[in-house]
Each structure stands twice: as structure tokens, then as C-alpha cells.
């Protein structure tokens, strides 16, 4: 199947995706706790299921570097829910879920090109390995101390004096922090690979579905104590991937297994903490 032909089934699905999240999703109703895991688990399962096609479309390196950039970003993503929740949480909208949903959809279009010319410049320059690296890095360290210099509140609220309606100025600025958080994550996935067509895919799978996992962990965040570590640490080790690009090439599974376990371990301290702070 030729390049085009591949972006062309991608966008296809990732369209019908966001298509039926829109239309279906939620639909004249608050969705339960139950109903968003469901959502959730399904969202998980069809990312997953697209991966086991491409594994054998494209062989099984294609398929193992899908399957760590999409567990990667979707780990990272959850970040990106605490923010959202941070942006709608002061606010009355009647349809959040909306704002979240073309939120999403714009950013997956400012993800492609941010994509398309992070590609480009490691194509062309290779020391943009090392910067990214850096980049992570020092990402990780401001994450572990709860350091963060964006303020998406300040920025909704320059679009509210300029007249902007609620609904159109909440999607505008949870795309452009979702696009702040992917100066992060996308170095990130390039560590893995640089093909760019499973790198946004990766990315889109990560995010079409976001709405349902934002409504089920929004109730549950003070549990995640230990969820800026976690995530501290993944990017660190990414980081330090970039960095041996050209004394060690880490393997994927090697890969798979830091980023899976460090989220098993952060769920489990936080569990823990939950625990002995309620005794």
C-alpha cells in the first residue's frame, strides 16, 4: 500500500472516531461512572486492535514502535486531563463534553503539523536529538517539583474580553494547551521512532476517546498522588534515550517495559497513600 494510501485510512478512521465520539457519546445524557469505563476500556481496545493490524500490515518492529508511542502519549495525556480539568473546572458551560470534543479535534490537527516538522528537522539535523533529549530533561525536573509556566486561565481569559463566546474559547485554549503539553510528548515518541505517520497515529489514538477517560479520572485526581513522579520519570528516561542515540539504541521492549511500569507503580504508591491517608 503506497504512503498516501496509508495517511488516507488513517484519516479515515481517526475521522470516523472523532465522528462517533461526537454523535454518540454522551448524547443527551451525563454519562455514568460505569458508562465512561466502558467508553474508556473501548477507546483502549480499538487503539489496541488497530495496533495488532499494523503489526502485521507492517511487521512486527512497525508494530512494537505503534504500540510503546501510543502507550507513551496515552500516559502522558493524562497530564493533559488534570489541565482540562483545571480550565473547565471554573466554568458553567451547559456542554463541556462539546468544548472538550472540538478542543481535541483542533489540536490533532495543530499535533500533525508540529509532527510533520519535528520529522523534518531530525531528517536534516541530527543534533535535534540531543535537544529534545535536553528539552525532556528538563521537562522532567520542572514535572517533579510542580513547576509549570503556562497559565491557561490567563489565556481564556483574554479571549473572553475580546468577546469570544465560552464555548468557541474553551476548545481554542484546551487545543493550545494540549499543542504546550505536546512540546513534551511528541520529542518523546520520537525517541521510539521517527516515521511520522505512526507517530500521529499513536498521537491520535491517544487523544480521540480522551473525553470519556477526562469525565471517569476528573472525580478521582486527588487519588493520583504520585502521578507528576510517574510522569517526571518517563519523560527523564525518554530524555536520556535521546541523549545515547548514538552509544545505545534502547529497545522497544526495553521501552515498553520502564513506561508500563512505572505507571503500574505510580497507581500502586498512589493506591497505597490513598490508603493511610483514610486510616
Not at 451525563?30 to 469505563?37: A, C, D, I, Q, W
Amino acid at each position: 500500500m503506497s504512503s498516501f494510501a496509508m495517511w488516507a485510512v488513517l484519516a479515515a478512521v481517526i475521522l470516523a472516531m472523532t465522528a462517533f465520539d461526537l454523535l454518540v457519546y454522551a448524547r443527551g445524557h451525563t454519562p455514568s461512572v460505569r458508562e465512561n469505563s466502558l467508553w474508556s476500556v473501548g477507546w483502549i481496545g480499538v487503539a489496541l486492535a488497530f495496533g495488532v493490524g499494523f503489526w502485521f500490515w507492517q511487521g512486527s518492529e512497525a508494530g512494537s514502535q505503534y504500540l510503546a508511542g501510543y502507550l507513551l502519549e496515552r500516559s502522558l495525556s493524562l497530564d493533559n486531563i488534570f489541565v482540562f480539568a483545571i480550565i473547565l473546572g471554573g466554568l458553567s458551560l451547559p456542554d463541556q463534553g462539546r468544548a472538550l470534543a472540538w478542543g481535541i479535534a483542533l489540536a490533532l490537527v495543530l499535533r500533525l503539523l508540529f509532527i510533520l516538522v519535528g520529522a523534518t528537522l531530525l531528517d536534516t539535523f541530527h543534533v535535534t536529538f540531543y535537544v529534545f533529549g535536553a528539552l525532556l530533561l528538563y521537562t522532567a525536573w520542572k514535572l517533579a517539583r510542580h513547576t509549570d509556566g503556562f497559565d491557561p486561565q490567563r489565556l481564556l481569559g483574554r479571549l473572553s474580553a475580546r468577546k469570544v463566546s465560552p464555548l468557541v474559547a474553551v476548545f481554542v485554549v484546551v487545543a493550545i494547551t494540549d499543542v504546550i503539553f505536546a512540546v513534551d510528548s511528541i520529542p518523546a515518541i520520537f525517541a521510539i521512532t521517527q516515521e511520522p505517520f505512526i507517530v500521529f497515529a499513536a498521537n491520535a489514538f491517544a487523544l480521540v476517546g480522551l473525553r470519556s477517560l477526562y469525565f471517569l479520572l476528573v472525580g478521582l485526581m486527588d487519588r493520583f498522588v504520585y502521578l507528576s513522579e510517574g510522569l517526571a520519570f518517563i519523560l527523564a528516561f525518554i530524555g536520556v534515550k535521546m541523549l545515547l542515540v548514538d552509544v545505545w539504541h534502547i529497545p522497544i521492549w526495553l521501552s515498553l517495559s520502564v513506561i508500563a511500569g512505572t505507571l503500574g507503580l505510580t497507581a500502586l504508591l498512589s493506591m497505597r497513600a490513598q490508603r493511610r491517608s483514610a486510616a
